[in-house]
């Protein structure tokens, strides 16, 4: 395995650092773990992270006052580890700059997915790459064109403008809230309902079967994640 | 009727201080022909002023013109030469004026003096009745009690007779018998919100306040002393105070009963995400560690593989007993604990447990101390099991890494006797007894400490089902917590 990178990992049950560490460590990263808010935000200040994977739950303070405060200064990527029915938690938290989110329990596969599509997402970005293509799906930002499968598709400003933001972090959740501000603009209020409908239109071209959609998928009550290769 | 009587009486006060007048400028005509000879009958007209001058003080400006008049009269009649004549001569006239004048001035302003302090004295009376009723409102904050005030204020503010219905309660002043119809009139007026219907010199008004019925309140003078309209403003001015009051006495139980709604609902979902979190994370660490096997199963040294599958197999049993422990509740909440009692060796059940608790502890030293031998006792070994799993659990999540649990086991009379001692934080005195409240969670306990404050109040539950007892105590100035488990040694 190569190096994957610096990763700590912030949890305060000892049997979920337990039994992650050993995966991701075979994975490929040097696992750090914390078991507090406050440890996570001293480790970050001296040593600079590549990734970090942040439970919400934490002892000494609010998983997402973590996030804001590691906003604050860093740009480093963060996975939240949620309960699944805790949706306005994991919506608060990557409104708050949260990257992606985790339902507990997982599976370790899923865990190592998001990560690598976070990574890879920080790093396209980084790389200020001028189009997304994965296996079904090009959109070129320099142009503003997309082709699905080679054939290019007509879209209107509003539907190029969500693909372009979920293209701008392929495999990453995107909230409703982030897609509004994107392409209503910040001060829009548009309610979701506004992102439902053109979602729907957007799969009517992107999609081969609307209705079973490989491409635009919905994350519940969350928001939306265009498929990475990987999902596929 | 009692109208009538009212102006008989204060016409009867009016003519007596006329009267009274006429007896004073009698006297001065007695005093006056007394010191004539000495003093010369131009002189003794002072004493005639002096007649006017007390009228005009003491009864009022019209006895005093009066006396004034009759004073002159019987000067000039009396005493001056030639006597019993009626000749006016211009002194006189000087004389005359002089007396009408302090008549006039004296009568007027003694007059305003004495309004005035009585309408002080009735205001001191309007202050004090509303200051008095306010103050106790503020106090009472009950409705019924300031229902009852409110008619005592106001049989106080109508010096008569008083009663008011408030929330289909019928509160009246003293030893009053209000007869049918008034109750009927009450009834129907707060209905109809009609304000000063009069019904055998009772005067009625509606309680309302912000557009809600509250009730009515009748009030009937015995005796009017002071100015009516002061009176009644008095009336209303306190009924509209009582009014505010109650409604806002309504106003505040009605929001404690939201508030007592929002409490359990927060209560509610407090325990349904500690639920969630308590089994959600045994289940992650389980699910994590099995797929990390099945995925890098091959790629783990032995070592990595075994504390993987033992972390499976700990967060299995510790589901298991978060399960059982549910299980408990429900049945203690529904009252179907039944309890398999039978005498059981205590000291092979803390063997038992210790051995399963030995993964678990940590840094932590968990020490035995068996006191006695031969501790048997009778309950149900299963359900004490679990009550001691909950005490341990407990000195486990509240003690730091490298501290000592005791465990000692003793008779004590004709029980046995289990205690833990920690070394953790432990709980401030007062908060002792509440430690075994559903829900409890320590103040000075982490609040993001997860835990539903449940364990503790099953022990009780589960220790009182078998016969036994749970108590705690503080280590004395050593730092920690004691908690006991008491079972009988023989049945029951």
Known sequence: MSQGGHLLLVDDEPQILRSLRPALTAAGYVV????????????????????????????????????????????????????RDLELEKIAALDLGADDFVNKPFAVGELLARIRATLRGRDLRLAGRASFRSAELEVNFATRRAFVQGDEIRLTPREYDLVRTLARHPGRVVTHKQIIASVWGPEATVDAQFVRVLVAQLRQKLEENPSAPRVLLTEPGVGYRLASDEDA | MRDYALTALRRHRRLTSYGLAVLVVLAANLVALLLEQWLGYSRVSMIFLAAVLICAVRLGSGPAYLASALGFISYNFYLVEPRFTFGIESEDIVILLVFMSVAMLTGGLAGRVRDEASRSQNRARTTAVLFNAGRDFAALGEESPMAERLTMGLAEAARGDAIVLMGGQVHKHSSLEPTDELLTALAACEVAGAHDLAADGWRIRALWAEGRRLGAAAWRPAASEGDEPDQTRLIHVLLDMGTTAIARARL?????????????????????????????????????????????????????????????????????????????????????????????????????????????????????????????????????????????????????????????????????????????AGVPEAELPRIFEKFYRSATANQNLQGAGLGLSIVKGLMEAMGGAVAARGNGSQPGLTLSLRLPMDAP
């Open chain 2, 252 to 424: 505040s139980r009605a929001w404690a009963e939201i508030e007592a709604v929002e409490r359990t609902e927060s209560l509610r979902n407090a325990l349904l995400s500690s639920i969630s979190h308590d089994l959600r994370t045994p289940l992650a660490a389980i699910l994590a560690a099995a797929t990390s096997l099945r995925t890098f199963g091959g790629v783990f040294e032995p070592d990595v593989q075994e504390d993987l599958l033992d972390t499976i197999t700990e967060e299995a049993e510790r589901l298991n007993a978060f399960v059982g422990n549910l299980l408990s509740m429900t049945r203690l909440e529904a009252d179907a604990l039944a309890p398999q009692t039978s005498v059981f060796d205590v000291a092979e059940g803390l063997d038992r447990i210790l051995r399963r608790y030995e993964r678990r502890q940590g840094g932590r030293r968990l020490e035995l101390r068996l006191r006695d031998s031969q501790l048997s006792a009778c309950g149900d070994p299963i359900l004490f099991e679990q009550a001691l799993a909950n005490v341990l659990d407990n000195a486990l999540r509240f003690s730091p890494e490298t501290d000592l649990i005791e465990i000692s086991a003793s008779r004590m009379g004709n029980h046995v006797l289990v205690e833990v001692r920690d070394e953790g």
């Open chain 1, 32 to 83: 750090t773990t914390a078991e507090t808010g406050a440890a996570a935000l001293s480790y970050l200040a001296g040593e600079p992270c590549d990734i970090v994977i942040l439970d919400l739950g934490l002892p000494d303070m609010d998983g997402k006052d973590v996030i804001v405060r590691i906003r604050e200064w860093s740009e480093t990527p963060i996975v939240v580890l949620s309960a």
